[in-house]
Protein backbone atom coordinates (compact mmCIF):
# COMPACT_ATOMS: atom_id res chain seq x y z
CA UNK A 1 0.00 0.00 0.00
CA UNK A 2 1.17 3.44 -1.16
CA UNK A 3 1.61 5.85 2.00
CA UNK A 4 0.50 9.01 1.25
CA UNK A 5 0.55 12.07 4.47
CA UNK A 6 -3.24 12.85 5.54
CA UNK A 7 -3.43 16.42 6.67
CA UNK A 8 -2.51 19.10 4.36
CA UNK A 9 -4.81 21.82 5.88
CA UNK A 10 -8.07 22.05 7.11
CA UNK A 11 -9.29 23.62 3.20
CA UNK A 12 -7.29 21.20 1.43
CA UNK A 13 -8.93 17.81 3.12
CA UNK A 14 -9.91 16.70 -0.14
CA UNK A 15 -8.16 17.18 -4.23
CA UNK A 16 -8.20 13.04 -3.76
CA UNK A 17 -11.47 13.21 -1.36
CA UNK A 18 -13.86 15.68 -2.16
CA UNK A 19 -15.11 17.10 1.50
CA UNK A 20 -15.17 19.58 3.55
CA UNK A 21 -12.54 19.58 6.15
CA UNK A 22 -12.44 19.07 10.23
CA UNK A 23 -9.90 20.50 11.84
CA UNK A 24 -10.09 19.07 15.57
CA UNK A 25 -10.76 15.31 14.09
CA UNK A 26 -9.56 14.85 10.78
CA UNK A 27 -6.50 16.22 11.54
CA UNK A 28 -5.77 14.55 14.80
CA UNK A 29 -6.00 11.19 12.84
CA UNK A 30 -4.51 11.60 9.80
CA UNK A 31 -1.42 13.25 10.78
CA UNK A 32 -1.32 10.07 12.98
CA UNK A 33 -2.05 7.73 10.05
CA UNK A 34 0.62 10.05 7.28
CA UNK A 35 -2.40 10.41 4.72
CA UNK A 36 -3.00 13.24 2.81
CA UNK A 37 -6.89 14.38 1.27
CA UNK A 38 -7.46 17.00 -0.88
CA UNK A 39 -10.75 18.85 -2.68
CA UNK A 40 -12.03 18.66 -6.11
CA UNK A 41 -15.27 20.24 -6.76
CA UNK A 42 -17.60 19.06 -8.97
CA UNK A 43 -19.03 22.62 -9.38
CA UNK A 44 -15.90 22.81 -11.99
CA UNK A 45 -16.14 19.30 -13.36
CA UNK A 46 -17.41 21.00 -17.15
CA UNK A 47 -13.69 22.04 -17.20
CA UNK A 48 -12.74 18.60 -17.29
CA UNK A 49 -16.12 16.78 -18.74
CA UNK A 50 -17.25 18.97 -21.62
CA UNK A 51 -13.70 21.20 -22.36
CA UNK A 52 -11.94 17.94 -22.32
CA UNK A 53 -14.64 16.64 -25.10
CA UNK A 54 -14.80 19.04 -27.95
CA UNK A 55 -11.85 21.45 -26.66
CA UNK A 56 -9.44 18.92 -26.67
CA UNK A 57 -7.82 16.80 -29.71
CA UNK A 58 -8.33 12.88 -28.55
CA UNK A 59 -5.83 10.54 -28.50
CA UNK A 60 -6.07 7.06 -30.56
CA UNK A 61 -6.99 4.16 -27.97
CA UNK A 62 -4.24 1.98 -28.73
CA UNK A 63 -4.68 -0.56 -25.67
CA UNK A 64 -5.63 -3.79 -25.56
CA UNK A 65 -8.33 -4.56 -23.20
CA UNK A 66 -8.07 -7.78 -22.43
CA UNK A 67 -11.88 -7.79 -24.95
CA UNK A 68 -11.32 -11.22 -25.92
CA UNK A 69 -10.65 -13.03 -22.90
CA UNK A 70 -12.70 -10.99 -20.51
CA UNK A 71 -15.97 -12.64 -19.85
CA UNK A 72 -17.94 -9.34 -18.60
CA UNK A 73 -21.37 -11.61 -18.46
CA UNK A 74 -19.54 -13.60 -16.14
CA UNK A 75 -18.13 -11.45 -13.45
CA UNK A 76 -20.97 -9.26 -12.87
CA UNK A 77 -23.32 -12.21 -12.25
CA UNK A 78 -20.47 -13.52 -9.76
CA UNK A 79 -19.96 -9.68 -8.17
CA UNK A 80 -23.77 -9.26 -8.00
CA UNK A 81 -24.51 -12.02 -6.84
CA UNK A 82 -21.64 -11.73 -3.61
CA UNK A 83 -23.18 -8.21 -3.19
CA UNK A 84 -26.28 -9.50 -2.83
CA UNK A 85 -25.55 -12.36 -0.37
CA UNK A 86 -23.81 -9.84 1.60
CA UNK A 87 -26.80 -7.16 1.53
CA UNK A 88 -28.73 -9.59 2.47
CA UNK A 89 -26.89 -10.58 5.68
CA UNK A 90 -26.29 -7.38 6.59
CA UNK A 91 -29.86 -5.91 7.55
CA UNK A 92 -32.10 -9.19 9.11
CA UNK A 93 -35.54 -8.91 10.61
CA UNK A 94 -35.61 -7.58 13.72
CA UNK A 95 -37.63 -5.22 16.10
CA UNK A 96 -38.88 -2.81 15.09
CA UNK A 97 -39.55 -4.95 12.60
CA UNK A 98 -41.85 -2.81 9.95
CA UNK A 99 -39.03 -0.63 9.42
CA UNK A 100 -36.31 -3.55 8.78
CA UNK A 101 -38.68 -5.14 6.25
CA UNK A 102 -39.16 -1.83 4.77
CA UNK A 103 -35.57 -1.14 4.37
CA UNK A 104 -34.92 -4.93 2.91
CA UNK A 105 -37.79 -4.66 0.08
CA UNK A 106 -35.92 -1.80 -1.67
CA UNK A 107 -32.58 -2.86 -1.16
CA UNK A 108 -33.39 -6.52 -2.57
CA UNK A 109 -35.32 -5.44 -4.78
CA UNK A 110 -32.97 -6.24 -7.50
CA UNK A 111 -31.41 -3.66 -9.54
CA UNK A 112 -27.82 -3.84 -11.56
CA UNK A 113 -25.31 -3.05 -8.79
CA UNK A 114 -23.42 -1.08 -11.09
CA UNK A 115 -22.14 0.99 -7.83
CA UNK A 116 -20.61 -1.87 -5.80
CA UNK A 117 -19.28 -3.76 -8.39
CA UNK A 118 -17.89 -0.43 -9.84
CA UNK A 119 -15.88 0.32 -6.19
CA UNK A 120 -14.95 -3.76 -6.48
CA UNK A 121 -13.14 -3.20 -9.68
CA UNK A 122 -11.41 0.02 -8.61
CA UNK A 123 -9.83 -1.64 -5.54
CA UNK A 124 -9.09 -4.64 -7.73
CA UNK A 125 -7.30 -2.02 -10.30
CA UNK A 126 -4.79 -0.68 -8.09
CA UNK A 127 -4.16 -3.64 -6.18
CA UNK A 128 -6.83 -4.76 -3.88
CA UNK A 129 -8.87 -7.68 -3.08
CA UNK A 130 -12.87 -7.91 -3.28
CA UNK A 131 -12.20 -8.50 0.65
CA UNK A 132 -11.38 -5.27 1.01
CA UNK A 133 -13.95 -3.88 -1.21
CA UNK A 134 -16.45 -6.27 0.81
CA UNK A 135 -15.98 -8.50 2.73
CA UNK A 136 -18.59 -11.44 2.81
CA UNK A 137 -19.61 -11.37 6.36
CA UNK A 138 -20.02 -7.86 6.74
CA UNK A 139 -21.14 -4.80 4.72
CA UNK A 140 -17.91 -2.19 4.07
CA UNK A 141 -18.07 0.11 1.25
CA UNK A 142 -19.46 -1.66 -1.85
CA UNK A 143 -22.52 -2.64 0.15
CA UNK A 144 -23.01 1.16 1.97
CA UNK A 145 -22.60 2.50 -1.60
CA UNK A 146 -25.46 0.21 -2.22
CA UNK A 147 -27.39 1.17 0.99
CA UNK A 148 -27.07 4.93 0.02
CA UNK A 149 -27.94 4.25 -3.55
CA UNK A 150 -31.02 2.98 -2.37
CA UNK A 151 -31.61 5.63 0.18
CA UNK A 152 -31.87 8.19 -2.36
CA UNK A 153 -33.96 6.03 -4.52
CA UNK A 154 -37.42 5.82 -1.87
CA UNK A 155 -36.79 9.31 -1.34
CA UNK A 156 -36.72 10.21 -5.03
CA UNK A 157 -39.95 8.78 -5.79
CA UNK A 158 -41.65 10.30 -2.55
CA UNK A 159 -44.88 12.04 -3.44
CA UNK A 160 -42.61 15.36 -2.48
CA UNK A 161 -39.93 14.66 -5.09
CA UNK A 162 -40.44 12.91 -8.01
CA UNK A 163 -43.76 10.86 -7.46
CA UNK A 164 -43.62 7.52 -8.89
CA UNK A 165 -45.64 4.49 -8.06
CA UNK A 166 -42.59 1.68 -9.45
CA UNK A 167 -39.15 1.18 -9.53
CA UNK A 168 -37.20 -2.06 -10.46
CA UNK A 169 -40.85 -3.56 -11.02
CA UNK A 170 -42.12 -3.39 -7.90
CA UNK A 171 -43.85 -1.02 -6.31
CA UNK A 172 -42.35 2.00 -4.63
CA UNK A 173 -41.30 1.75 -0.80
CA UNK A 174 -44.27 4.71 -0.19
CA UNK A 175 -46.97 2.76 -1.93
CA UNK A 176 -46.19 -0.48 -0.08
CA UNK A 177 -45.65 0.98 3.47
CA UNK A 178 -46.96 4.65 3.27
CA UNK A 179 -44.84 7.50 2.78
CA UNK A 180 -43.95 7.74 6.55
CA UNK A 181 -42.21 4.32 7.21
CA UNK A 182 -40.49 5.18 3.69
CA UNK A 183 -38.87 8.27 4.59
CA UNK A 184 -37.33 6.64 7.80
CA UNK A 185 -35.99 3.63 5.86
CA UNK A 186 -34.42 5.61 3.51
CA UNK A 187 -32.96 7.79 6.58
CA UNK A 188 -32.25 4.30 8.32
CA UNK A 189 -30.11 2.96 5.21
CA UNK A 190 -28.11 5.87 5.24
CA UNK A 191 -26.98 6.20 8.79
CA UNK A 192 -26.41 1.83 8.53
CA UNK A 193 -24.53 2.65 5.38
CA UNK A 194 -22.24 4.68 7.65
CA UNK A 195 -21.82 2.60 10.52
CA UNK A 196 -20.75 -0.30 8.41
CA UNK A 197 -18.32 1.13 6.18
CA UNK A 198 -16.32 2.35 9.56
CA UNK A 199 -16.43 -0.80 11.44
CA UNK A 200 -16.32 -3.28 8.98
CA UNK A 201 -13.88 -2.39 6.45
CA UNK A 202 -11.14 -4.63 6.52
CA UNK A 203 -7.88 -4.95 4.63
CA UNK A 204 -6.91 -0.87 4.78
CA UNK A 205 -5.71 1.73 6.94
CA UNK A 206 -7.80 3.53 9.51
CA UNK A 207 -6.60 6.71 7.56
CA UNK A 208 -7.72 5.70 4.33
CA UNK A 209 -10.68 4.03 5.65
CA UNK A 210 -11.17 7.50 7.00
CA UNK A 211 -10.75 9.14 3.38
CA UNK A 212 -13.36 7.02 2.14
CA UNK A 213 -15.85 7.83 4.78
CA UNK A 214 -15.00 11.40 3.84
CA UNK A 215 -15.61 10.99 0.37
CA UNK A 216 -18.52 9.06 0.64
CA UNK A 217 -20.64 11.86 3.00
CA UNK A 218 -19.45 14.66 0.74
CA UNK A 219 -21.09 12.26 -2.64
CA UNK A 220 -24.36 12.70 -0.22
CA UNK A 221 -24.52 16.51 0.69
CA UNK A 222 -24.40 20.10 -0.81
CA UNK A 223 -21.52 19.20 -2.62
CA UNK A 224 -22.88 15.89 -4.32
CA UNK A 225 -26.52 14.34 -4.82
CA UNK A 226 -28.42 16.68 -2.58
CA UNK A 227 -27.34 19.94 -5.03
CA UNK A 228 -28.17 17.94 -7.80
CA UNK A 229 -31.58 17.35 -7.09
CA UNK A 230 -32.42 20.75 -4.94
CA UNK A 231 -31.54 22.47 -8.61
CA UNK A 232 -33.15 19.90 -10.42
CA UNK A 233 -36.68 20.10 -8.30
CA UNK A 234 -35.90 24.25 -8.52
CA UNK A 235 -36.10 23.92 -12.41
CA UNK A 236 -38.43 21.92 -13.27
CA UNK A 237 -40.66 23.55 -16.09
CA UNK A 238 -38.13 26.50 -16.43
CA UNK A 239 -37.33 27.08 -19.77
CA UNK A 240 -33.91 29.04 -19.47
CA UNK A 241 -32.04 25.54 -18.90
CA UNK A 242 -28.74 25.56 -20.73
CA UNK A 243 -25.91 22.74 -21.03
CA UNK A 244 -24.00 23.81 -18.18
CA UNK A 245 -27.08 24.10 -15.30
CA UNK A 246 -28.12 20.77 -16.89
CA UNK A 247 -24.77 19.26 -16.33
CA UNK A 248 -24.33 20.50 -13.11
CA UNK A 249 -27.71 18.75 -11.96
CA UNK A 250 -26.22 15.74 -13.42
CA UNK A 251 -22.66 15.57 -12.37
CA UNK A 252 -24.24 16.14 -9.09
CA UNK A 253 -27.55 14.05 -8.84
CA UNK A 254 -26.41 11.02 -10.48
CA UNK A 255 -22.51 11.20 -10.98
CA UNK A 256 -21.54 11.77 -7.52
CA UNK A 257 -21.93 8.51 -6.10
CA UNK A 258 -21.06 6.77 -9.03
CA UNK A 259 -17.94 8.88 -8.72
CA UNK A 260 -17.65 8.15 -5.26
CA UNK A 261 -17.31 4.33 -5.62
CA UNK A 262 -15.01 4.22 -7.90
CA UNK A 263 -12.49 6.59 -6.05
CA UNK A 264 -13.66 4.98 -3.09
CA UNK A 265 -12.57 1.38 -4.52
CA UNK A 266 -9.24 3.01 -5.37
CA UNK A 267 -8.52 4.41 -2.08
CA UNK A 268 -9.22 1.50 0.41
CA UNK A 269 -7.31 -0.67 -2.58
CA UNK A 270 -4.17 1.21 -1.94
CA UNK A 271 -4.28 3.87 -4.95
CA UNK A 272 -1.87 6.59 -5.31
CA UNK A 273 -3.04 9.55 -5.40
CA UNK A 274 -2.34 10.00 -9.33
CA UNK A 275 -3.95 6.58 -9.48
CA UNK A 276 -6.80 8.01 -7.32
CA UNK A 277 -7.56 11.19 -9.63
CA UNK A 278 -7.06 9.47 -13.26
CA UNK A 279 -10.08 6.80 -11.95
CA UNK A 280 -12.09 10.10 -10.45
CA UNK A 281 -11.92 11.01 -13.98
CA UNK A 282 -13.07 8.06 -15.12
CA UNK A 283 -16.35 7.81 -12.72
CA UNK A 284 -17.13 11.17 -13.49
CA UNK A 285 -17.38 10.60 -17.44
CA UNK A 286 -19.33 7.53 -16.57
CA UNK A 287 -21.42 9.40 -14.07
CA UNK A 288 -22.81 11.61 -16.96
CA UNK A 289 -22.82 9.11 -19.34
CA UNK A 290 -25.52 7.28 -17.18
CA UNK A 291 -27.59 10.10 -16.70
CA UNK A 292 -27.12 10.78 -20.67
CA UNK A 293 -28.02 7.39 -21.33
CA UNK A 294 -31.55 7.16 -19.06
CA UNK A 295 -32.34 10.32 -20.32
CA UNK A 296 -32.53 8.50 -23.76
CA UNK A 297 -34.09 5.30 -22.62
CA UNK A 298 -36.97 6.94 -21.15
CA UNK A 299 -38.25 8.06 -24.28
CA UNK A 300 -36.85 4.94 -26.43
CA UNK A 301 -38.47 2.53 -23.92
CA UNK A 302 -41.37 1.72 -22.48
CA UNK A 303 -41.94 1.21 -18.38
CA UNK A 304 -42.27 -2.94 -19.20
CA UNK A 305 -38.76 -2.26 -20.50
CA UNK A 306 -37.34 -0.23 -17.94
CA UNK A 307 -38.91 -1.57 -14.53
CA UNK A 308 -40.39 2.09 -13.71
CA UNK A 309 -42.73 4.78 -14.97
CA UNK A 310 -41.18 5.14 -18.71
CA UNK A 311 -41.87 9.38 -20.12
CA UNK A 312 -42.09 10.72 -16.89
CA UNK A 313 -39.78 13.59 -17.61
CA UNK A 314 -41.76 14.65 -20.38
CA UNK A 315 -44.72 15.15 -18.64
CA UNK A 316 -43.51 17.02 -15.82
CA UNK A 317 -41.56 19.17 -17.90
CA UNK A 318 -38.24 18.23 -16.73
CA UNK A 319 -34.93 19.71 -19.01
CA UNK A 320 -33.21 16.41 -20.23
CA UNK A 321 -30.22 16.08 -22.66
CA UNK A 322 -32.85 14.79 -25.18
CA UNK A 323 -35.43 17.68 -24.63
CA UNK A 324 -32.05 19.92 -25.22
CA UNK A 325 -29.94 18.66 -27.68
CA UNK A 326 -31.82 16.11 -29.72
CA UNK A 327 -31.94 12.13 -29.40
CA UNK A 328 -29.31 11.77 -32.21
CA UNK A 329 -26.74 14.32 -30.60
CA UNK A 330 -27.49 12.93 -27.10
CA UNK A 331 -26.47 9.61 -28.24
CA UNK A 332 -23.59 11.06 -30.28
CA UNK A 333 -22.52 13.13 -26.48
CA UNK A 334 -22.57 9.36 -24.59
CA UNK A 335 -20.52 8.06 -27.10
CA UNK A 336 -17.91 10.95 -26.52
CA UNK A 337 -18.16 10.61 -23.15
CA UNK A 338 -16.87 6.77 -23.26
CA UNK A 339 -14.15 7.94 -25.54
CA UNK A 340 -12.99 9.82 -22.69
CA UNK A 341 -13.67 7.78 -19.69
CA UNK A 342 -11.49 5.36 -21.20
CA UNK A 343 -8.77 7.87 -22.41
CA UNK A 344 -8.18 7.72 -18.11
CA UNK A 345 -7.77 4.49 -17.83
CA UNK A 346 -4.72 4.60 -20.66
CA UNK A 347 -2.29 4.36 -18.51
CA UNK A 348 -3.53 1.09 -16.62
CA UNK A 349 -3.11 -0.77 -19.56
CA UNK A 350 -0.83 -3.10 -18.40
CA UNK A 351 -2.90 -3.55 -15.33
CA UNK A 352 -4.78 -7.13 -15.57
CA UNK A 353 -7.79 -5.51 -13.71
CA UNK A 354 -8.78 -2.98 -16.06
CA UNK A 355 -10.91 -5.19 -18.02
CA UNK A 356 -14.07 -5.00 -16.01
CA UNK A 357 -13.53 -1.26 -15.68
CA UNK A 358 -13.46 -0.74 -19.74
CA UNK A 359 -16.64 -3.10 -19.73
CA UNK A 360 -18.40 -1.20 -17.25
CA UNK A 361 -18.09 1.65 -19.23
CA UNK A 362 -19.34 -0.39 -22.31
CA UNK A 363 -22.39 -1.94 -20.52
CA UNK A 364 -23.27 1.57 -19.07
CA UNK A 365 -23.37 3.12 -22.68
CA UNK A 366 -25.06 0.19 -24.61
CA UNK A 367 -27.72 -0.97 -21.65
CA UNK A 368 -31.22 -1.09 -22.28
CA UNK A 369 -32.49 -0.26 -19.08
Known amino acids: ?9 CVQTC ?5 SSSPTFIGLIC ?7 HQTSRTSSRLFVTASLFNQKQQTLSVNYEKTSFDFQTYMVEKADSVNKALDESIPIKNPTIIHEAMRYSLLAGGKRVRPIL ?12 STAMPAASMPAACALEMIHTMSL ?15 GKYTNHKEYGEDVAILAG ?23 LAAIVELANSMGTEGLVAGQVVDITSTGGDDIGPDLLEFIHVHKTASLLEAAVV ?7 GSEPQVEKLRKFARCIGLLFQVVDDILDVTKSSEELGKTAGKDLVTNKMTYPKL ?25 SHRGVAPLVALADYIVYRQN
Not at 1 to 9: A, W
Open 325 to 349: MGLEKSKKFAEDLLVEAKQQLVEFE
Open 187 to 209: DSLLAFAFEHVSSSTVGASPARV
Open 154 to 168: IHDDLPCMDNDDFRR
Open 31 to 37: SKHNFKI
Open 119 to 130: CIAACELVGGNE
Open 264 to 270: IGAILGG
Open 15 to 19: SMFNV
Open 1 to 9: MISMSLVDS
